[in-house]
């Protein structure tokens, strides 16, 4: 009923940038919270960044001042501006997002894309 599908992963020097995004379709209602979240070999997924709705933003410490969570509502899509990355930000990134499903009645469910990987050499 619903997708995440995103895109912009690849391969990145230390320092550089990427830029992820994702685009949510199908029976869409409304969209409260997306966000990006990350897993790197042999550790478990871990919150990258979220933004609600009404643009609220919320970071993990280690992404702070280097990543930017943008998300344009009307497009269903949330992007991940990421800055200055380090090698330790290696990881499959996955997108995901709080969807109020298109159902009678309403429902509120939670998915995640597929991923896409991004690796950072030193």
């Known amino acids: 009923q619903v997708q995440l599908v995103e895109s912009g992963g690849g391969l990145v020097q230390a320092g550089g940038s990427v830029r992820l995004s994702c685009a949510a379709s199908g029976t869409i209602f409304s969209i409260n919270v997306m966000g990006w979240y990350r897993q790197a070999p042999g550790k478990q997924r871990e919150l990258v960044a979220t933004t609600t709705s009404g643009g609220n933003t919320n970071y993990h410490d280690f992404v702070k001042g280097r990543f930017t969570i943008s998300r344009d509502n009307a497009k269903n899509t949330v992007h991940l501006q990421m800055n200055s990355l380090k090698p330790e930000d290696t990881a499959v990134y996955y997108c995901?997002?709080?969807?109020?499903?298109?159902?009678?009645?309403?429902?509120?469910?939670?998915?995640w894309g597929q991923g896409t990987q991004v690796t950072v050499s030193s």
């Open positions: 995901n997002a709080e969807v109020q499903v298109y159902t009678f009645p309403l429902r509120w469910s939670n998915y």
